[in-house]
């Protein structure tokens, strides 16, 4: 899709959403009904480690992910055609979404460590006949919206200067953008992994991106009029959506604390018996050695990293930062609809 470089910024930014918000209705509909499907994390994983590779822009891999899961749902696939599918699926969508530089090239795909190891090796022709009949089974529109292509519009206002965190003025707007911006990247990428989220608009589901990462951040309000207006979605549409995302981002955390854990114990010289704490305790161990360095002052983003890079593991990496807390962060909990309750995660640097 050719869009001029931070369309979401210029005057005609309402138009060009209303037109995305369009093509949406128009997209074809996915009933998720592949005999492939426990195969389409791996395939999704590893378009996401290519795209990273060759530093692809977002909506070139939400995109390749996207024409997978329409072809997969359409068609009988085997195993080992799934890899020349979803190479050609992401071929296509950087030559649709990129710059031609930028394009992956036939031998450089092939000199790639997770190709050699899949005892593949790609040939010009193989990829080239892929390429025709994707473009004939999509009818050669590729013009196909994804999240991706609205996040940036959704993040242009998500954090507003008359925000709270926890009830105080944020100190510092710039940095609570980033942040923010950090968290948004990350729930789109966990839409990724799962087929659940394409029951959702991409629209709605970049919105539900944004409210899911102020839910977490406490910012409030959680979905402030400013943004109900800029995407015509109310709190109440984004709940579904938000909860999924929620839920995901509770198991990354419980993983990650659970893996802090081991790797403490392991430092330390302790055996593990095979058992482990309870989520609950990793939680509260982080919330104690949080408050323990707590100063009383209104909560604030200092610096932070993240690896923008998704990687072929089981979880998917979190935006790391270090927050400046208040003392009563152990009782800070977010909720969607009264449905969904988890203490506020802490990522430390």
Request: with cysteine.
């Amino acid at each position: 899709m050719e869009l001029e470089d931070q369309w979401w910024r210029g005057q005609l930014a309402t138009d060009i959403y209303q037109v995305l918000r369009f093509k949406e209705l128009k997209l074809p509909t996915y009933k998720g009904h592949s005999p492939q499907l426990n195969l389409r994390r791996y395939y999704t994983d590893l378009i996401a480690v290519i795209s990273n590779h060759f530093r692809l822009c977002p909506t070139a891999r939400h995109l390749a992910v996207y024409l997978l899961d329409l072809f997969m749902d359409r068609y009988d696939v085997t195993e080992q055609q799934l890899a020349v599918v979803s190479l050609s699926c992401l071929l296509l969508a950087s030559k649709f979404e990129e710059r031609e530089d930028r394009v992956p090239k036939l031998e450089t795909l092939n000199s790639l460590g997770c190709i050699s190891t899949m005892n593949l090796v790609l040939t010009k022709q193989s990829l080239l006949h892929m390429e025709l009949l994707l473009l004939e089974t999509f009818q050669w529109n590729l013009y196909l919206p994804t999240a991706a292509h609205f996040i940036e519009y959704c993040l242009s206002i998500a954090v507003h200067e008359g925000d709270l965190h926890d009830g105080w003025p944020l100190t510092c707007l710039e940095k609570s953008k980033i942040y923010l911006a950090k968290y948004a990247e990350y729930f789109l990428e966990v839409s990724l992994q799962d087929h659940v989220f394409l029951c959702f608009a991409p629209s709605l589901l970049a919105a539900a991106c944004v409210s899911a990462s102020r839910l977490v951040l406490h910012l409030s309000p959680t979905w402030p009029p400013q943004l109900q207006c800029l995407t015509g979605y109310t709190w109440e549409n984004l709940v579904p959506c938000a909860e999924k995302l929620l839920i995901a981002h509770d198991s990354d955390v419980k993983e990650a604390n659970k893996q802090k854990s081991q790797q403490q114990q392991q430092q330390m010289g302790f055996h593990s018996s095979g058992q482990t704490g309870t989520v609950t305790q990793y939680l509260q161990r982080s919330s104690a050695q949080f408050s323990q360095q707590a100063n009383h002052r209104p909560s604030t983003y200092l610096n932070h990293s993240s690896s923008t890079g998704l990687q072929p593991s089981n979880n998917i990496q979190h935006p790391s930062a270090s927050l400046d807390p208040k003392s009563n962060i152990a009782n800070r909990a977010y909720q969607v609809n009264m449905h969904y309750s988890c203490a506020a995660p802490y990522f430390e640097k």
